[in-house]
């Protein structure tokens, strides 16, 4: 299995503050594995 990361730049300024379980929340929805973000970046390493 391949793991890939998501850069998702600027997620994270302003009023953009989105929790990090929310992130991993969608990307499981959307059937990547072993989701876990890095820090409280916005960065998501996941599985495919």
Known sequence: MH???AFL???N???RR???A???AL???L???DVASFIA???LIFAC
């Open 41 to 43: 970046s916005g960065n």
């Open 31 to 33: 059937k990547f594995a």
């Open 3 to 5: 793991h890939y990361i």
């Open 9 to 11: 730049r600027g997620i």
């Open 22 to 24: 929310e992130l991993r």
């Open 18 to 20: 989105p929790e990090m």
């Open 13 to 15: 300024l302003g009023r």
């Open 27 to 29: 990307f499981e929805s």
